[in-house]
């Protein structure tokens, strides 16, 4: 049972466009939210979180979009720039957990000159 | 200057055997993981562990042993080798259980591929 969806393995987004990446998640008792970006033969890294308490962070060219009552987040990442192309993965943590992360399986983000 | 470092980055090895992974972490963080890629891309948490506490995945197999010899390292023992436990491992790290900040540092994965 997968509580973080990410149903999009793959998106394809010229250059200069918006890309959004989207998640879902079943447990309401999540409440921190965050994305990772990955390349190819590396670990994944840090890109943007949010808290449950709110329901946008930006960051530069990255916003995330968080909607509790629809278990939905979003991340927004314009313009998109060639270099974005990456895997994307959304992680959640549990409330109270020893900070594991439960993650989606990602979506592979191409970004096209 | 890497954060979290694990090696080997790729292993090849026959069923039956034992082997460890191992990976280190100079963050200064309190506490490490271990995390499995398997075929379908999704991550999952296999250890958290700090020097209080370790988590275990339910799900995980205990031929899978975390040993922390020291807050800095965390390593990764694998006995009896199966067929199913070809996947890519990352290690990762984060800081101490009470804090804001909760992003986890990843190394940059180890490929197990048992033959």
């Known amino acids: 049972d997968q509580q973080v969806k990410q149903n999009s393995p793959s998106l394809s987004v010229q250059e200069g466009r918006i890309s959004i990446l989207n998640c879902d998640y079943t447990?309401?008792?999540?409440?921190?939210f965050l994305w990772y970006k990955k390349y190819p033969a590396e670990g994944p890294t840090f890109l943007i979180s949010i808290s449950s308490i709110k329901d946008k962070n930006e960051d530069g060219r990255f916003t995330v979009f968080l909607n509790k009552s629809a278990k939905h987040l979003s991340l927004h990442i314009v313009p998109s720039q060639p270099g974005d192309s990456a895997v994307y993965f959304c992680a959640a943590r549990l409330s109270g957990s020893a900070r594991q992360l439960t993650f989606g399986s990602g979506t592979q983000l191409t970004v096209l000159p | 200057d890497t954060a979290v470092s694990q090696t080997p980055k790729y292993l090849v090895t026959q069923m039956g055997n034992d082997k460890s992974i191992k990976c280190e972490q100079n963050?200064?963080?309190?506490?490490m993981y271990w995390y499995k890629q398997d075929s379908k891309k999704f991550l999952k948490i296999m250890f958290s562990y700090n020097n209080k506490e370790l988590i275990i995945n339910e799900t995980v197999p205990n031929r899978f042993s975390p040993k922390s010899p020291d807050k800095a390292h965390l390593n990764l023992h694998i006995n009896s080798l199966e067929l199913g436990d070809s996947a890519v491992y990352f290690c990762?790290?984060?800081?101490?259980?009470?804090?804001?900040?909760?992003?986890?540092?990843f190394g940059q994965g180890t490929r197990l591929t048992v033959v």
């Open positions: 447990n309401s008792m999540f409440d921190y």
């Open positions: 963050l200064g963080h309190d506490t």
């Open positions: 990762a790290s984060s800081l101490r259980l009470g804090t804001m900040n909760t992003e986890a540092f």
